[in-house]
């Protein structure tokens, strides 16, 4: 019998478990159960009561549509590639960041968390300015070379797809991953070494099998994210390609058949219950309590000169795929081009125009009132997330194992793997009465940027709930704390860096929101994402000029966020 | 009372406090909330696209006249925001809805979510844009969808600009014309609609047959075609002929880093190679506020409100009386003919339209 098994047993009295796990998960749950199930519900029932030719037919059709069954292979296979490259790249990285220490990693650490909220269109553009047909990589190649022609053809290609997602989804892998593993106490593996072990047979027997539960919960998030993707596809992918989420959107918005709409959207649904039910028996079956230690005892200084220049290597290609698109756009929101594209200059007037407003409009808004509403958003998702998150997450270790958490773990899950458009509308359908009425209410929004935090933050507390040694908590108990108390003095501190984690997701997911957003927001109050999609849907230089600068800003906001996020755990939560 | 080593009390201490003043500002948000949404009668809400735009000043002439408040709603582009009216028509989001369009009326009128109104205004609105007999949908601005051009490429090349769409199958064409998907894209659909209503539907797939042959570059969105590929716009993009609006250029003017004495590109409005979007306001079904959704109708369509919209949404009035500010009146080219696609024949043919371009074009 393993250590971890014999732990259980020990801990818990089964009834009385499962009745305080039942009580947690009532917060998270009732939330989910009004601000999820019943919209969902709602618009899948109306959707499908509109077929005329009942509840079969939709489904029949999707069975045998080639457009269909084309679509669910396409979202499955990229999904899997992108997962499979995001890890590839980012577990390096967690390693990085996890083991030594070295100057202006904090700063590298909080700019790998930037992509995550740029909206789909500019980064599209910032690739473009790199590695477009009249991109920087294509005219410096075309010069070195004596070509005639852009050697490189980047946009509307497979490759770039992948690559989009890898730029969007490393931080996941490098956040979750790389705080875990630096916890992991350094003992098991230098015990190894002593014994015998050369560096691969620690890897590979030792770290690895710790560490697979944090790794599993990663890719879990990433695949999620890829196989619903659809601002990626659709613009860097172009017509060609079309996942199930294109599809939805495609059915609903310019075909309004809502019945074939509601069918893939269950499909869709069915597919994330089922990869996170299983991914929940996996990681419950792997997961073992450890004895995490304060990152001083894991890291380390970085001192031979090949170690060195490895680490290097790979931190200028990791950082060249995340930080050279957002320096060309940077850049560009400088630069004045003339009209013949001869001429360029550098300018402040995007950023100047940003302040004025030339037409009158009513629903001009200055960028710090963009900022500011986009900030409250932000801190009321990271407020509501950790409330709900904390509690559904400490349930799941308390359950775990059981049939019941597996599912409960999944139901939190499912907000990802829910269209927008079909969230949106049934928003529209189902809180449209007092005292829900919240069809136009500024309020949906930090609700609905919590449906999708959610999943991240239980994600990000899970797997350091379930590495407590249960003996902490048992001393705790004998010496008369109770549940709460051990909850407040034992848990929590052990693990403040993952609770840090945790709102770090909350804030950039709600920063960087956009679709539910664009669904629900009202004009008054417009976030960030939403100003800059206002100035790029209009032609016109300063337009333009005018989204790359608010996407500058936005970066900055969150690089900031991020930073300050970082202190706090600096100032109160100490070591760990 | 049992104490970690590591810790250090005063997290737990403050933690605690966080949390009490936390929810404390939670109750404060939802009683604020609960404060922001009163019961007030004089309350008219206008749902629409996310596009809408108007003057601060010609909205509050409106508001303090009727002893108004207007709010506005948005609810996503044009096919988002009719789904949206659609599905609450039981407990209608707003009284009225405005921005639904030529390409989408027939979804509306079949839906069945307006109340008809003859407004007194209408003997003064264009008459070949009236196309609800109705009248629960009433015309308010049109705008066309046409090729641009970026002026610049064709002078350097010695080049004409096409002027039919005969000339975009032509060899000096190649490569050079960039697209909208239409199953995702409005001004992509209109073109499509165009090039049924100049081919019909049996000919117009061998004229895209005859695009594609000629190296024609299709992407999902507007934002893409014009700031990514684009070559006449700030984005620098390869391609030097793009669907777009008759107002683009004139926006180029408006909205140029330094100012401009000439737009850079152009539109083509020669043939029937426009395709004209009439855009539609209706009172919605259901309204308590049928009074002021009828101020509100005949507002949207007297100069006033027609007169600030080129310069606010880059449509068109289609009120008589309306007068055009002089920049469009200087830089704005209007089609004589543009090609017509019935709004029914719309509805019936649009999915299956969609089909077969997506097989002839994409695969």
Known sequence: MDRGSAAVSLTAHPRQGSRAAFLLWLIPLAFLGLFYFYPLATILQVSFARGEAGLAAPIRAMLTSEIARRAVWFTIYQASLSTFFTLLLGLPGAYIFAHHDFRGKRLLQSLSGIPFVLPTLVVAAAFNALLGPKGLVNQLLMNALQLSAPPISFAYTFSAIIIAHVFYNTTIVLRLVGDFWSHLDPRLSQTATMLGANRWKVFWHVTFPLLLPAILAAALLVFIFDFTSFGVILVLGGPRFATIEVEIFYQTVSLFNLPMAATLSVFQLACTLGLTVSYSFLSNRLSRPLSLRPRRFTQHSVRRFGERLLIALYLVGLFSLLLAPLGALVLRSFLAISASGEEMRFTLDYYRELNISRRESLFFVPPMVAILVSLSYASATVFLSLLLGLPAALALRRASGSKLSRLLDGLIMLPLGTSAVTMGLGFILALDKPPLDLRASPLLIPLAHTLVALPFVVRSLVPALRSIRPRLRQAAAMLGADPRQTVLHVDLPLIGRALLVAATFAFTISLGEFGATALIARPEYPTIPIMIYRFISQPGALNYGQALALSTILMAVTALGMLSIERFRLAEIGEF | ?363
Not at chain 2, 76 to 81: E, I, V
Not at chain 2, 95 to 105: E, P, R
Not at chain 2, 150 to 157: C, P, S
Not at chain 2, 202 to 222: I, Q
């Open chain 2, 1 to 363: 009372m049992y104490h970690h080593p590591h810790l250090k009390s005063f997290f737990y201490l403050k933690s605690a406090m966080g949390f009490k003043v936390a929810l404390l500002l939670a109750i404060a948000v939802v009683l604020l909330a609960a404060c922001q949404t009163p019961r007030e009668p004089q309350v008219l809400k206008v749902m629409t696209h996310d596009s809408f735009d108007v003057s601060a000043e010609v909205l509050s002439a409106f508001e303090s006249e009727n002893n108004v408040q207007v709010q506005i709603i948005k609810s996503g582009d044009t096919g988002t925001a009719l789904n949206k009216a659609i599905l609450s028509k039981d407990n209608p989001l707003a009284d009225v809805f405005y921005g639904v369009d030529n390409t989408f009326l027939s979804r509306a009128l079949e839906e069945d979510i307006f109340e008809p109104y003859h407004s007194p205004l209408l003997g003064k609105i264009l008459e070949d844009v009236k196309l609800d007999p109705q009248n629960r949908a009433l015309p308010v601005d049109y705008g066309d969808v046409c090729l641009n051009y970026d002026k610049a490429y064709f002078q350097e090349h010695n080049l004409n600009p096409p002027q039919s769409f005969e000339d975009l199958l032509k060899p000096e064409y190649k490569g050079l014309l960039v697209v909208q998907n239409p199953a995702t894209s409005s001004p992509g659909l209109a073109f499509l609609l165009t090039t049924i209503g100049n081919f019909g539907p049996e000919g117009y797939l061998d004229f895209w047959r005859g695009l594609v042959e000629n190296d024609l570059l299709v992407v999902n969105d507007w934002e893409t075609a014009y700031y990514t590929e684009f070559s006449g716009s700030s984005g620098k993009g390869p391609r030097p002929i793009v669907v777009s609006y008759n107002s683009s250029p004139v926006f180029e003017v408006i909205y140029a880093e330094t100012p401009l004495d000439e737009p850079p590109t152009a539109a083509i409005v020669s043939g029937k190679t426009c395709f004209r979007q009439v855009e539609f306001v209706g009172i919605l079904k259901g309204t308590k506020n049928r009074k002021l959704a009828e101020k509100w109708i005949d507002f949207m369509l007297s100069p006033l409100f027609q007169e600030d919209m080129p310069l606010k949404m880059f449509v068109f009035p289609v009120n008589i009386e309306a007068q055009l500010d002089e920049v469009f009146v200087k830089y704005l080219a209007i089609p004589e003919v543009t090609a017509f696609v019935s709004p029914q024949d719309i509805a019936t043919y649009r999915e299956s339209w969609l089909q077969e371009w997506t097989e002839a074009v994409l695969r």
